[in-house]
Each structure stands twice: as C-alpha cells, then as structure tokens.
C-alpha cells in the first residue's frame, strides 16, 4: 500500500501571499487531519476532514480551510500569510474517526514565510 | 479538556541504558493515548498506542509504556538505548478519532 505523500517538500512565500499544500492520503484511508508543527514544538491540530466534509477544527483562524476531494486527498489553503505562519505542516490519514484509529503521517511540507 | 505533558525537553542516555521518557495526560473520560517518534526532517511514526485493552503496551523498536490511571502517567521505556534511537519523541491523546493532541516533546540524545 502506498504511504502519506505531501507536496511541495520545501516552500518559500512571501508575507500576505496565499499558499496550497497537498496530500494524497494511504490507499483506503477516508480521513485526513491536518497539523502546524512550529519548530521546537509539538504539533497543531488545524482540521480534519472526513468523507469531504470537515470533522473538526483545531484554534486556527478562517484563513486556514482545507478540501477533500473524492479520492480522499487532500488541500490545506492559508491566506494572507504572515510570519508567524511559517512552520512544518503535516497531513495524516487515517481509516475512520474512531477513537483507537492509527494516524499516519506524511514526510510534511516546510513553509518559510519571508 | 484532554492535554499531555511531557517532562522533560531533553533527555541524554549513555548507549545500552535505560530510556525513560515521561507524559502526563489529563482526561475527563478514559484516554486513548499514542506514542510517536520524528526523526529529523521527516514526519511522525508511531511507537505504539494504549486502548484500554492491557495496561503494558509494547511498541516497535523494543519500546514499551505503561498505562497507570493513578498517576495519569502512560510512560515510555526502553530497557537499553540504542543509536539510531535518537530521535524527537511525542505523547499523545486522541479526543477524537485521528484527532490528536501531542505534548511538546522531548529529544532524546544517545550516546556513545
């Protein structure tokens, strides 16, 4: 079975520019939750999003949205960004949103924010 | 409101010794919590996780925890630190399926 794939690996933005990041989720896996990872911290729950509808949000601003497409990839958009944006995002998918449920997560994408 | 606390940010262990690494979690209602590892510039893999199932949970890599709701504690141990185990840790609890809240996370340094 395929793994977790984000692109792009690496990004450079300017501050105010708008920025979409993608994840392909593992074969058979409906749900993809999305995580801020600052460095020297743990990650942060933005959303997740379940059979194309979004199944929960972490405390981020509307400027955060995300899509799920029918294949259950997955988009994360952030708008209007700014400094503080910049971090490692991580997607993680997962089978259903039952409790016990193993996330698995891709290699990220590191947005520099400039 | 569930959370994890990590102690610890840094932990160095000699190769061959004891790895203990420390989480606390806060939980109105039984916790389903998660152990990952992050090697540097990669994503997350899981350790292991607790489901209410056995208290004593063992993971891959010869790491182990232990679920003790007395001290809402769910620590992880490895009986001898290898190498290839120095690596950023992370406690973790589920509120929701796929949903997780992690710790700070400690780095584990091993060496020679």
């Known amino acids: 079975e395929t793994g977790v794939t984000q692109s792009p690996t690496h990004l450079i933005k300017t501050r105010g520019q708008q920025v979409t990041l993608r994840c392909s989720s593992q074969?058979?896996?409906?749900?993809v939750s999305w995580y801020q990872q600052a460095l020297g911290q743990g990650p942060q729950f933005i959303f997740q999003?379940?059979?194309?509808?979004?199944?929960g949000r972490g405390n981020f601003p509307p400027r955060f949205s995300g899509l799920q497409f029918p294949n259950y990839s997955s988009e994360l958009n952030v708008n209007a960004l700014e400094l503080d944006d910049s971090a490692l995002y991580l997607c993680?998918?997962?089978?259903?949103?039952?409790?016990?449920?193993?996330?698995?997560f891709g290699q990220g994408t590191r947005l520099t924010v400039v | 409101a569930q959370s994890v606390t990590q102690l610890g940010s840094h932990v160095s262990v000699s190769e061959g010794a004891l790895v203990l690494l420390r989480c606390n979690y806060s939980?109105?209602?039984?916790?389903?919590l998660f152990w990952y590892v992050q090697y540097p510039n990669q994503g997350l893999q899981l350790l292991l996780k607790?489901?209410?199932?056995?208290?004593l949970v063992k993971g891959i890599n010869g790491f182990e925890a232990e679920f003790k709701k007395s001290e809402t504690s769910f620590h992880l141990t490895k009986p001898s630190a290898h190498m290839s185990d120095a690596a950023e840790y992370f406690c973790a609890v589920s509120p929701q399926g796929g949903k997780l809240i992690f710790g700070q996370g400690t780095e584990l340094s091993v060496k020679p």
């Open positions: 999003y379940y059979r194309e509808e979004e199944n």
């Open positions: 939980s109105s209602v039984p916790p389903y």
């Open positions: 993680a998918s997962s089978k259903a949103t039952v409790l016990d449920t193993e996330a698995f």
């Open positions: 074969s058979g896996h409906n749900t």
């Open positions: 607790y489901t209410s199932a056995a208290t």
